[in-house]
């Protein structure tokens, strides 16, 4: 495995990655909460960013090192309260934990390639959130979610963006009134979770999902990605427009050529990535 983490190497690295063949498994290494610090967002955001200029890379899983209780408990409450001794009361740093916390999840969205969340365990407020901002996500028949803020007078306004862009409006009102519990299956039924399945499974069934994404051409799937998050926030009719225009152009990609020639040849397509 190759450990990679911007401010310490080694075992102990905030951020674990793992190259199998295209997919690259980015593996959250802060137990026992795997809390959402600015160090680990940092290193989340700089391991996905990496991404970008390694055209080897078409999938990206994300998960934890330590699974089976915590994915991750969010936002670092005992990091934040420190800097209430500040002479802002911790305003500066609220607002550079709020601003990079947000350049995350936008990161995650804007990738090129999709991103798989692999949940084994409690994902809570901004972990929740994490979640809901991954393309795809996997999970155990024993992980949880919540958004709790409401519980200490601390509303998840910031995961609420993600989280109502995945579920339902009154299902994510629920969860962000009540703080409440729900288990996997309840995430399922609200459109946070794609699949739900034994521990002994997890990892064997999102390799097999990454693998049959990275299995298609990466142009179209970066394409497709861009396309899907870009005509949500439009118009039915603005929506048509570009989406019209993104299949013009994609048409006209030497991967689409090829696409649909092996198609009608009956051959298994070489993707060129153009």
Known sequence: MNVVEMKQDG???????????HVLRLEMNNPPANALSMAMMQALKDALDATREDRFIRVVVLAAATPGKLFSAGHDLKELT???????????????TMKLCAELMQTIVHLPV????EVDGLATAAGCQLVASCDLAMCTDTSTFCTPGVNIGLFCSTPMVALSRNV?????????????TID?????EFGLINRIMPRQYLNQIVMK????????????????????????EMSLEDAYEYTASVMVENMLARDAEEGIGAFIGKRKPEWTGE
């Open 184 to 188: 996997a299956s309840t995430a399922r």
């Open 209 to 232: 999902y990454a693998e049959t994404i990275a299995s298609k051409s990466p142009l179209t799937v970066k394409i497709g990605k861009e396309a899907f998050y870009r005509q949500a």
């Open 168 to 180: 339902h409006r009154k299902q994510a009102m629920e969860m962000l009134l009540t703080g409440e």
């Open 114 to 117: 999709p991103v798989i969340a």
């Open 11 to 21: 075992p102990g690295a905030l951020v674990k990655v793992e190259r199998l063949g």
């Open 82 to 96: 420190l800097h209430r001794a500040d002479e802002d009361r911790g305003r500066a740093f609220f607002a550079r």
